[in-house]
Nanobody
Framework: QVQLVESGGGLVQAGGSLRLSCAAS????????MGWFRQAPGKERVFIAS????????DYSDSVKGRTDISRDNAKNTVYLQMNNLKPEDTAVYYC??????????????WGQGIQVTVSS
């Protein structure tokens, strides 16, 4: 019903910046939280950031707080993740996610396929 497509990943040097995008298509929705998870090799998928429909409620994990900004453009059904001062520990597959029934990314209803971010030393 909802398809999420990530873009903007790739290879960057430590200290660099990257902006990920996630475009939603299919079923139209409102009042849905969107955000990002990531999964590093050999580790579990973990929460990174979320943003409510209006942008009023924003949450970041401690691992990225202070150097990461999440935003959204509802007219384009797109959520963005701006990552600055990237570290090798940020290397992971990043997944876009949607929660149709919460201002927070409490329960994921739809996942993107994931996009690789690699940070070199």
């Amino acid at each position: 019903q909802v398809q999420l497509v990530e873009s903007g990943g790739g290879l960057v040097q430590a200290g660099g910046s990257l902006r990920l995008s996630c475009a939603a298509s299919g079923r139209t929705f409102t009042n849905a939280a969107m955000g990002w998870f990531r999964q590093a090799p050999g580790k579990e998928r973990v929460f990174i950031a979320s943003i409510s429909w209006s942008g009023q409620y924003i949450d970041y994990s401690d691992s990225v707080k202070g150097r990461t900004d999440i935003s959204r453009d509802n007219a384009k059904n797109t959520v963005y993740l701006q990552m600055n001062n990237l570290k090798p520990e940020d290397t992971a597959v990043y997944y876009c996610a949607v929660d149709l029934h919460s201002a927070w990314l409490r329960t994921v209803d739809y996942w993107g396929q994931g996009i690789q971010v690699t940070v070199s030393s």
